[in-house]
C-alpha cells in the first residue's frame, strides 16, 4: 500500500496503481488500528469484477512497524508505517533545533524496534554543525547522525549511503524540517509539494498532508510521514529500558533498587547531576517517558476493562433472552 486518502487505499501493483477499498463488513469488524492497512503494507486483494471497486481481503503480517500514540487523550494508537528496515529522523538545524525532540523520535524508533538514522537537515543554515552532531551523538552514540542540507546535490548520496536496493526507510520529523525537500531530491523530480518558509519564523507550512511511499531511481523505497506534531510514545512503560543506557547504568549504583531518582537519599544518579555529569533536562526527558508510558499502561487497562464489561453485560442480557421461563 502506497498512500491512504481518507478510507482509499492506493495500491502499487505490477501492472500500475489501483485505488482499493476495505470491504464494509470488515472496516466494522476492525477493532483496533493495528488492523487497519498502513502505508508499506502488502495487501491481499480480492479479485475483482470487471467495474466493480478492488477489495482489500487481508493485511500481509508486518515484518516491523512504525506505532505511535494519536494525538489527543485518548489511548489509541496509529501505525505511522509498516515494514521498515530503517527510520530517518529528520530535524532541522535552525532556531528550531531541539536535541529533547530528537530524544523522543529516538525513543519511538527504539520502541518500535526499527534501526534509525538520525539527519541534520538545514546545515547551511546553521554555523556549527558540528557541535550539533556531537550533541546527538551523546543522546545515542550507537545511532549514525549526519548533518545535510536538502539545497544542496550531495544529499541525495549521503542519505542514500544508508539505504541499499530493496530496502525501505520512512522520515519521520516535524512540519517544515525538510522531509518533502529531501524526498524530491531523491527522486531527482518535485513530486512532493514544498512550501517557502513564513518570512520571519523558522517553520516551514507542513505540505505534506498524507504518508506516501516513494521508489527512489536507486532501488531503494521511502515513505514520507506528514510532521509529527507530538511525538506520542505507545508501549509498555517496561520497555522504556534500554532507551536511556547512560541513566541506567548509574542507576544501577542507586541505594534503592527502585530508586525514582527523585530525592533518594544515596541517588548516583541525582549525585551524577550535580556533578555536572547528566544533563539535567536528560533526568527531566526520563523521567517524563516514564511517567507518560505508566499513564498509558493504566488507561489501556480502564479501556480494556471497559470493553470486558460491555461484553459481560451483552452475555448477560442474551443470555436472560434465551433463558427457560422459571428457571
Ligand atoms: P517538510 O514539512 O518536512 O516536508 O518540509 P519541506 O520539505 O516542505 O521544507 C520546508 C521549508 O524548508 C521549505 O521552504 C524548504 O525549501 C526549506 N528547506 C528544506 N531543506 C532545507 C535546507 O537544507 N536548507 C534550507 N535553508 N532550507 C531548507
Ligand atoms: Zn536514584
Given at each position: 500500500?502506497?498512500r491512504?486518502?481518507?478510507?482509499a487505499f492506493?495500491?502499487r501493483l505490477?501492472?500500475?496503481?489501483?485505488?482499493?477499498?476495505l470491504p464494509g463488513r470488515?472496516?466494522?469488524?476492525?477493532?483496533s488500528a493495528?488492523?487497519?492497512?498502513?502505508v508499506?503494507?502488502?495487501?491481499?486483494?480480492?479479485?475483482?469484477?470487471?467495474g466493480?471497486?478492488t477489495?482489500?481481503?487481508?493485511?500481509?503480517?508486518?515484518?516491523s512497524?512504525?506505532?505511535?500514540?494519536?494525538a489527543?487523550?485518548?489511548?489509541a494508537?496509529q501505525?505511522?508505517?509498516?515494514?521498515?528496515?530503517?527510520?530517518?529522523?529528520?530535524?532541522?538545524l535552525d532556531?528550531?533545533?531541539?536535541?529533547?525532540?530528537?530524544?523522543?523520535?529516538?525513543a519511538?524508533a527504539r520502541?518500535?524496534?526499527v534501526?534509525?538514522?538520525?539527519l541534520?537537515?538545514?546545515?547551511?543554515l546553521?554555523?556549527?554543525?558540528?557541535?550539533?552532531?556531537?550533541?546527538?551523538?551523546?543522546?545515542?552514540?550507537?545511532?549514525p547522525?549526519?548533518?545535510?542540507?536538502?539545497?544542496e546535490?550531495?544529499s541525495?548520496?549521503?542519505l542514500?549511503?544508508?539505504?541499499?536496493?530493496?530496502?525501505?526507510a520512512?522520515?519521520?520529523?516535524?512540519?517544515?524540517?525538510?522531509?518533502?525537500?529531501l524526498?524530491?531530491r531523491?527522486?531527482g523530480?518535485?513530486?512532493?509539494a514544498?512550501?517557502?518558509?513564513?518570512?520571519?519564523?523558522?517553520?516551514?507550512?507542513?505540505?505534506?498532508?498524507?504518508?506516501?511511499l516513494?521508489c527512489?531511481p536507486?532501488?531503494?523505497?521511502?515513505?514520507?510521514?506528514?510532521?509529527?506534531?507530538?511525538?506520542?510514545?505507545?508501549?509498555e512503560?517496561?520497555?522504556?529500558?534500554?532507551?536511556?543506557?547512560?541513566?541506567?547504568?548509574?542507576?544501577?549504583?542507586?541505594?534503592?533498587?527502585d530508586?525514582?531518582?527523585?530525592d533518594?537519599p544515596g541517588c548516583?544518579?541525582?549525585?551524577?547531576?550535580?556533578a555536572g555529569?547528566l544533563g539535567?533536562?536528560?533526568?527531566?526527558?526520563?523521567?517524563?517517558?516514564?511517567?507518560?508510558?505508566?499513564?498509558?499502561?493504566?488507561?489501556?487497562s480502564?479501556?480494556?476493562?471497559?470493553?470486558r464489561?460491555?461484553?459481560?453485560a451483552?452475555?448477560l442480557?442474551t443470555?436472560?433472552?434465551?433463558?427457560?421461563?422459571g428457571?
Amino acid at each position: 500500500m502506497v498512500r491512504e486518502d481518507r478510507g482509499a487505499f492506493r495500491v502499487r501493483l505490477d501492472e500500475g496503481e489501483r485505488v482499493a477499498r476495505l470491504p464494509g463488513r470488515r472496516r466494522i469488524e476492525v477493532t483496533s488500528a493495528l488492523e487497519l492497512p498502513a502505508v508499506g503494507d502488502w495487501l491481499a486483494l480480492a479479485p475483482a469484477a470487471e467495474g466493480t471497486e478492488t477489495r482489500i481481503a487481508a493485511v500481509l503480517p508486518r515484518r516491523s512497524s512504525l506505532v505511535r500514540r494519536a494525538a489527543g487523550g485518548e489511548a489509541a494508537l496509529q501505525v505511522v508505517a509498516a515494514n521498515v528496515d530503517r527510520v530517518f529522523l529528520v530535524s532541522g538545524l535552525d532556531e528550531e533545533f531541539n536535541p529533547r525532540r530528537i530524544e523522543r523520535l529516538l525513543a519511538l524508533a527504539r520502541l518500535n524496534g526499527v534501526a534509525a538514522v538520525i539527519l541534520l537537515n538545514k546545515a547551511d543554515l546553521c554555523p556549527d554543525p558540528a557541535a550539533a552532531l556531537c550533541c546527538v551523538r551523546e543522546l545515542s552514540p550507537e545511532v549514525p547522525a549526519v548533518a545535510l542540507s536538502a539545497l544542496e546535490a550531495d544529499s541525495a548520496e549521503r542519505l542514500v549511503a544508508f539505504l541499499a536496493p530493496g530496502e525501505t526507510a520512512a522520515l519521520l520529523g516535524a512540519s517544515g524540517v525538510g522531509k518533502s525537500t529531501l524526498v524530491n531530491r531523491l527522486l531527482g523530480e518535485a513530486r512532493q509539494a514544498t512550501r517557502p518558509v513564513r518570512a520571519g519564523d523558522a517553520k516551514g507550512r507542513h505540505a505534506t498532508t498524507r504518508r506516501e511511499l516513494f521508489c527512489l531511481p536507486s532501488g531503494g523505497l521511502l515513505i514520507d510521514t506528514p510532521g509529527l506534531r507530538e511525538v506520542g510514545l505507545w508501549a509498555e512503560a517496561e520497555e522504556l529500558r534500554g532507551t536511556f543506557e547512560d541513566i541506567e547504568a548509574l542507576a544501577a549504583q542507586c541505594r534503592f533498587r527502585d530508586c525514582r531518582h527523585l530525592d533518594e537519599p544515596g541517588c548516583a544518579v541525582l549525585l551524577a547531576v550535580e556533578a555536572g555529569r547528566l544533563g539535567p533536562d536528560r533526568l527531566d526527558a526520563f523521567q517524563r517517558m516514564q511517567l507518560e508510558l505508566e499513564e498509558l499502561d493504566q488507561r489501556r487497562s480502564r479501556t480494556q476493562e471497559k470493553a470486558r464489561g460491555r461484553e459481560l453485560a451483552a452475555r448477560l442480557k442474551t443470555y436472560r433472552r434465551v433463558k427457560p421461563k422459571g428457571h
